[in-house]
């Protein structure tokens, strides 16, 4: 735990931070490299069967929106290892490997949740950020 509370942020880069989640869907913050939140979005997993869940139809134009907003030519996507990770990663993954975000270079890293959905409930984390919506705020707290 100790190792982990003293892993420096992502300061300095403009990061994409994705909450990957089902019900309250996947919250996106794009926070610049001085840490203030720019653009803020949501996307949500459809569920096609039993077990099989996919991105819905937004996820891309969304991402593709927030990627718009960067005036970096590199950046980072940061997605949180927590439920529906894996299919968010995906997703990630195969934009980049498209060039979709061309001309700018976008790479992305899984990063832990540890916290910061508790964090982001709190007083402390409202003053922080208190224009953003407590669903929106555990995903402006990754960078």
Known sequence: MRELL?????????????????????KCALVDASGEVVETGVFYLVQRSKEHWEVDSRAEGVLLRMASKCRSSKWIIAVGNGTAS???????????KRNAFS?????????????????????????????????????????
């Open 103 to 143: 001309p700018v270079s976008a790479s992305f890293c899984v990063i832990s949740e540890c916290g910061a959905s508790i964090y982001s409930a709190t007083e402390l984390a409202a003053a922080e950020l208190p224009d953003l919506d407590i669903n929106i705020r555990s995903a402006a707290l990754f960078e």
């Open 6 to 26: 003293l892993t420096a942020p992502l300061k300095g880069h403009l990061v994409l931070a994705i909450d990957p989640g089902y019900s309250s869907g996947c």
């Open 86 to 96: 894996r299919m968010v990663q995906c997703t990630v993954a195969s934009l980049i």
